[in-house]
C-alpha cells in the first residue's frame, strides 16, 4: 500500500513539474497572454475567461489557449502511447 502511494505521489510530482515547464515554455514563448490563458482556463468559474472575451484581442488569446490544449494532449500522447 505504501508502494502505491509513493508511486501515486511520484506520478503527480511529475505532472506538476511537466506543467511548471510547459507553463513556463508558453509563456517564454506568448508573453502576458500565455498568462492570462492560463488563468481563464482554471478560474473555476470563468470569471477571468469572460472578462478575456470583452478584450479586443481576445482572438489572440483564445490561439493561445488552442495552443496550450495542442501541447497538453500531444504531452499526453506522447507519455502513455
Same mark, same amino acid.
Given at each position: 500500500?505504501?508502494?502505491?502511494? &509513493?508511486? %501515486?505521489? /511520484?506520478?503527480? =510530482?511529475?505532472? !506538476?513539474?511537466?506543467? *511548471? &515547464?510547459?507553463? %513556463?515554455?508558453? *509563456?517564454?514563448?506568448?508573453?502576458?497572454? %500565455?498568462?492570462?490563458?492560463?488563468? /481563464?482556463? *482554471? /478560474?473555476?468559474?470563468?470569471?477571468? +475567461?469572460? &472578462?478575456?472575451? =470583452?478584450?479586443? =484581442?481576445? /482572438?489572440?488569446?483564445?490561439? !493561445? !489557449?488552442?495552443?496550450?490544449? +495542442? @501541447? @497538453? +494532449?500531444?504531452?499526453?500522447?506522447?507519455?502513455?502511447?
Amino acid at each position: 500500500l505504501m508502494q502505491k502511494n &509513493f508511486d %501515486a505521489r /511520484s506520478r503527480r =510530482d511529475e505532472r !506538476v513539474v511537466n506543467a *511548471i &515547464f510547459l507553463t %513556463a515554455d508558453l *509563456i517564454e514563448k506568448y508573453g502576458w497572454k %500565455a498568462l492570462l490563458a492560463i488563468a /481563464s482556463r *482554471i /478560474s473555476p468559474l470563468g470569471r477571468v +475567461k469572460r &472578462f478575456l472575451e =470583452d478584450l479586443k =484581442d481576445a /482572438s489572440e488569446i483564445n490561439e !493561445v !489557449v488552442e495552443e496550450i490544449v +495542442k @501541447e @497538453e +494532449k500531444r504531452c499526453l500522447r506522447a507519455r502513455y502511447w
